[in-house]
Structures are given as structure tokens and as C-alpha cells.
């Protein structure tokens, strides 16, 4: 057995949040529509990654999402622009990535990250 792809599911009674969060602002694609459940991604090849933690790093709560982008501060100017608050960061973590936490429309804790 090989595991192909593991999801994240949140449940919402409004979908024009998720396409407003992780569609406009993050850019992801549409990748399936059924009018009442939809998922966002990236046609490109994506690895396998469950992670687990008692902090977040720094001090910091366990982000539920993790997302890493190819460039951060154009990531954070867009959180800025649609006003979202940025809960902690931008920080340089001592691991190596340059990272931000924002909350989604539906309380997810969000960890924006790029490695540095």
C-alpha cells in the first residue's frame, strides 16, 4: 500500500470564503466543484507530509495548515491588502524559514512559510 495524497477537510456553510482565502488571495486553482464540497490545490506533484508538534516553534501554537510559497513577502503584501491580520511574523526562524501565521475564514490557524 502507498499512500497518494492525504486532504484536509473543513467543514463551512459558506464556500465563498474558502474561494475568497485560498483561491483569490492564495492563489490556488479550483480543483473539483460539486456545488457543495470543493477542493483547492496545484496540479503540480505533491509530496506526502503529516506532521505533529507541542508548539509551533518560537513559542508559538501548532499551526493546523502549513503552506509554503515560493515567495513571502509577496504572500504577506496580499494578507495585508485583503486585511487579514497576521498573527505572529513575519519572523527568520533559526531553522531556516521565513514565516507568517494568519487565521482562514474558519478559525484554521495558517502557517505561511518559504524556506530561507
Known amino acids: ?47 506526502v507530509q503529516v506532521s505533529f508538534g507541542t508548539e509551533g516553534g518560537s513559542g508559538t501554537p501548532v499551526p493546523d495548515l502549513s503552506i509554503e510559497v515560493d515567495d513571502i513577502e509577496a504572500a504577506l503584501a496580499r494578507f495585508e491588502e485583503a486585511n487579514v491580520p497576521i498573527e505572529y511574523g513575519p519572523a527568520s526562524e533559526p531553522w531556516g524559514v521565513r514565516r507568517f501565521y494568519v487565521r482562514d475564514p474558519f478559525g484554521k490557524l495558517i502557517n505561511i512559510l518559504q524556506h530561507e
Open 1 to 47: 500500500m502507498e499512500v497518494k495524497r492525504i486532504m484536509s477537510n473543513t467543514p463551512t456553510s459558506d464556500l465563498s470564503k474558502a474561494e475568497a482565502f485560498y483561491g483569490d488571495i492564495l492563489g490556488l486553482e479550483l480543483l473539483m466543484d460539486h456545488g457543495w464540497f470543493r477542493a483547492y490545490g496545484s496540479d503540480e506533484k505533491m509530496t
